[in-house]
């Protein structure tokens, strides 16, 4: 409650040792829960102008006396504290962070304290430990994660989808349409674009309230449902990847993220006889931001082994920029990173790790492996249900039941060859986290949010939330 006191008052402050400052000092003394405050107007204005600070900041010029506030000192110190550096004090760590959340809440800085304990700049691959485990209803294990950038995180399972906010304390569950969900994007705290194989189109969510948006279709030529095999997004654009109900067509949308409205179809196929490439619908769909492309995968199991294919889009043009096309130790998993201008995949066969080099594009075997080579051993799928995920400088594989950290080693004395590029490109690999957090059942889906890793495994109906324990709350 903030309350003025009258200027009858004014005599009373000298008992609070508080000498009257001159209205047009740059000094504003708050008085919250009888104990004094004093900082700076500029430090008040920085909650910016819909906080409470911004008019304690207002009224402080207008009254002879400082205003008064009937909430807790310890709380308002803290976050005083937080809009000066921009940093919890070490002391808020003796605190309830909910505690905390509600304070902030009350004077309008939630977003002070969620860039200051969730900040994806503040993301360690090389601390990270496991430092929480979110539980979800019910017997389904998770199907499919998606994240928001500082660290809110939602939860496919079987037919509903948990959501956590970035402080993960408060969740809430919602019933969905589906059977299971396969793919899940997160388009704001509140909004995602949900899809399964099995059901047709992409259904945007309202995840807050519980129902359904809208709906995206393909209309494809059979006149038929469209199923969805991926989603992506980019700044601008949402991209969903659909396979026809008579799995004789595929297709990848391009939609205006903000009104939804169809922008582009890039991909068509329509699958006559034996065309095993073109009937392989991308099933991941990543943006390349430093190219402005689309990376689209997909492969497809059959007699001869797994093939698969991974296509560049130019999505305003439509056309395919380069290709890759997968038939010996195809990919199990594939990503690609900004950072290091390469893709990685780990092969289904030997389950090794291997890049392309973005800035060699059109090398007619640009594969090269991570470590040393491995054979297929008597004809075992070594990197079956491996995933594989980029993110910063780093690249994330998992191998059952534990997650392989990979970096890039600068050399300085690298040598270049004709054509301006590097010769040899030297990657290394560490196991992430402590010896107590390795192994357990196998992982099936990894996401980045904020300053956290999440991820899921097999039946088991938790998150995993991994983070640097020296900012963990």
């Known amino acids: 409650m903030l309350k003025f006191m009258p200027p009858s008052a004014e005599s009373a402050l000298p008992r609070n040792g508080f000498k009257k400052i001159k209205a047009e000092s740059n000094i504003a003394t708050i008085d919250v829960g009888g ?10 204005n920085l909650a910016g102008p819909d906080s409470l600070f911004s008019r304690i900041s207002e009224s402080a010029s207008a009254q002879l006396a400082p205003p008064f506030i009937d909430r807790d000192p310890e709380l308002f110190s803290i976050l005083l504290s937080l809009l000066r550096t921009g940093n919890l004090p070490s002391k808020a760590k003796a605190l309830d962070l909910q505690d905390l959340i509600f304070e902030s809440q009350f004077y309008g800085i ?20 496991k430092s929480l485990i979110l539980p979800l209803n019910g ?4 199907s499919a994660i998606a994240t928001t950038p500082f660290g809110s995180v939602h939860v496919a399972h079987g037919s509903k989808i948990t959501s956590f906010d970035w402080s993960l304390r408060k969740k809430s569950t919602i019933l969905t349409q589906f059977t299971a969900v396969d793919s899940m994007l997160a388009i704001s705290p509140r909004l995602a674009a949900v899809g399964a194989t099995d059901f047709s189109g992409l259904q945007i969510l309202d995840l807050e309230n519980g129902f359904v948006k809208e709906t995206l279709n393909w209309e494809n030529v059979t006149k038929t449902g469209s199923t969805v095999q991926g989603i992506g997004s980019s700044p601008e654009f949402l991209f969903a990847s659909f396979e026809s109900a008579r799995r004789n067509s595929n297709s990848i949308m391009v939609y ?31 943006w390349v931001s430093g190219y402005g492309l689309l ?16 296509k560049f889009w130019d999505t305003r043009s439509g056309n395919v920029v ?5 038939n010996v130790d195809c990919f ?3 990503t690609v990173s900004d950072n290091l201008s390469a893709i990685f995949k780990v092969g289904v066969n030997t389950g090794g790790m291997f890049f392309a080099d973005l800035r060699n594009i059109g090398a007619e075997n640009p594969w090269v492996p991570l470590g040393e080579r491995k054979k297929v051993v008597n004809g ?23 997650i392989e950290l990979w970096s890039e080693v600068v050399v300085g004395s690298k040598k270049s060859s004709k054509n301006g590029m590097e010769d040899d490109r030297l990657f290394r690999k560490n196991l992430m986290g402590r010896m107590k957090d390795m192994g357990g059942s196998r992982i099936t889906n990894m996401a980045f949010g904020g300053n956290k890793m999440f991820m899921t495994r097999k039946d088991q109906q938790t998150v995993e939330v991994w983070q640097n324990s020296a900012r963990g709350f």
């Not at 380069?322 to 997968?326: D, F, T, V």
Request: hydrophobic share 30%.
């Open 35 to 44: 104990q004094l405050f004093q900082t700076t107007k500029q430090t008040l």
């Open 110 to 129: 939630e977003t002070f304290l969620m860039n200051s304990l969730s900040n994806p700049s503040h993301f360690d691959a090389f601390n990270l430990e």
């Open 139 to 142: 017997r389904d294990s998770p």
């Open 256 to 286: 205006d993220l903000n009104s939804l409205s169809p922008v582009n179809e890039i991909g068509h196929y329509e699958i006559y006889g034996a065309e095993i490439n073109s009937a392989i619908p991308a099933t991941k769909l990543n």
């Open 295 to 310: 990376m689209a995968s997909g492969s497809h199991s059959g007699p001869s082994g797994v093939l698969g294919n991974i």
């Open 322 to 326: 380069w290709e890759i096309k997968e």
């Open 332 to 334: 199990s998993d594939v």
């Open 380 to 402: 075992k799928k070594e990197g079956s249900g491996c995933k594989i995920e980029s993110h910063g400088s780093q690249v994330f594989c998992s191998k059952g039941g534990n």
